[in-house]
């Protein structure tokens, strides 16, 4: 599904294959289930997604993305502040953004865009060097949490996250 724009006419069949995506994560021996389970539901798509002529469109997204989070998770509990609200690729900046960073309608950096939606909740990679694996009472792992980062690396942390855009940091 990466690379390209996904033919609007598939979405009804996405739509299935994410619903199916739950029952397995939930049965796949993972501790816990995805606490973001509910994207997959239909009703919450077009929470995030925008739609051009009647379909939604998967590569647009809503300016209202950050209130979602913010719904559940207090802003004083997250991780590292970041500006959101900013418009990297306005022309005084020259900053280049890797197209699976995605940005609001407006252009402007929003917690989705150094967070995935539909990414995985653990994995067996680590996110930084002394992280703890998740409790697990299940066989497999041991399982680490992703924090859902578009980019992390087990030995230098985030610092792959931020390079994407920020070339000296
Ligand atoms: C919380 C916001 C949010 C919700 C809710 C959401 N999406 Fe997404 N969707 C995204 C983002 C952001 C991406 C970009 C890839 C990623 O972050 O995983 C994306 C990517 C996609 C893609 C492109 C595939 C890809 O990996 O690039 C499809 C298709 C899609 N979503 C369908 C859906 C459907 C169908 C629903 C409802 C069942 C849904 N999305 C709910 C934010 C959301
Ligand atoms: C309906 C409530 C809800 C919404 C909406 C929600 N989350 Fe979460 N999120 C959770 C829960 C529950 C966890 C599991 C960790 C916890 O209990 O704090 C979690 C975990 C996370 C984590 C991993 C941190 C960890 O310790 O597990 C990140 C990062 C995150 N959410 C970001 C987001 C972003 C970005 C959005 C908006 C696109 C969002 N969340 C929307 C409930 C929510
Ligand atoms: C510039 C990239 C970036 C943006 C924008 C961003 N985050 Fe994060 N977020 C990170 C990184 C990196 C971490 C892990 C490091 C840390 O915890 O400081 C993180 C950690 C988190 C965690 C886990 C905190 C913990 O320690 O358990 C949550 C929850 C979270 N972010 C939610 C959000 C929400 C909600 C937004 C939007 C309001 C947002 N993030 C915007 C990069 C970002
Ligand atoms: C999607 C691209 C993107 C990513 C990823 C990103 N940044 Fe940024 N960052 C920006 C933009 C754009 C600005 C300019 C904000 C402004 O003009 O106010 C900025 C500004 C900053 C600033 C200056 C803050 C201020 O208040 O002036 C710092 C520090 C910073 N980023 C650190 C980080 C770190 C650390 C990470 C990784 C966790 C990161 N950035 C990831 C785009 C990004």
Not at 17 to 43: I, K, M
Not at 68 to 83: D, I, M, T
Not at 89 to 107: C, Q, T, V
Request: glycine share 8%; aromatic share 8%; net charge positive.
């Amino acid at each position: 599904m990466r690379g390209g724009p996904t033919p609007a006419w598939l979405l009804p069949a996405l739509a299935g294959v994410f619903c199916f995506a739950v029952v397995l994560v939930a049965s796949d021996g993972y501790p816990r289930g995805d606490p973001h389970a509910h994207f997959r539901n239909p009703e919450h798509c077009l929470k995030c997604h925008l739609t051009h002529q009647g379909r939604m469109d998967p590569d647009r997204f809503s300016v209202e993305t950050d209130a979602v989070c913010l719904g559940c998770h207090k802003k004083e509990s997250l991780g590292r502040s970041h500006p959101r609200n900013v418009r990297p690729r306005e022309k005084y900046r020259k900053m280049k953004i890797p197209p699976d960073f995605r940005l609001d309608d407006d252009g402007r950096i929003m917690c989705l865009t150094c967070h995935t939606a539909h990414g995985a909740y653990v994995s067996t990679v680590k996110v930084f060097p002394k992280q703890s694996p998740f409790p697990s009472d299940s066989s497999g792992g041991p399982y680490y949490k992703t924090l859902f980062l578009r980019r992390s690396n087990p030995r230098e942390g985030w610092s792959s996250l931020c390079g994407a855009c920020h070339e000296n940091l």
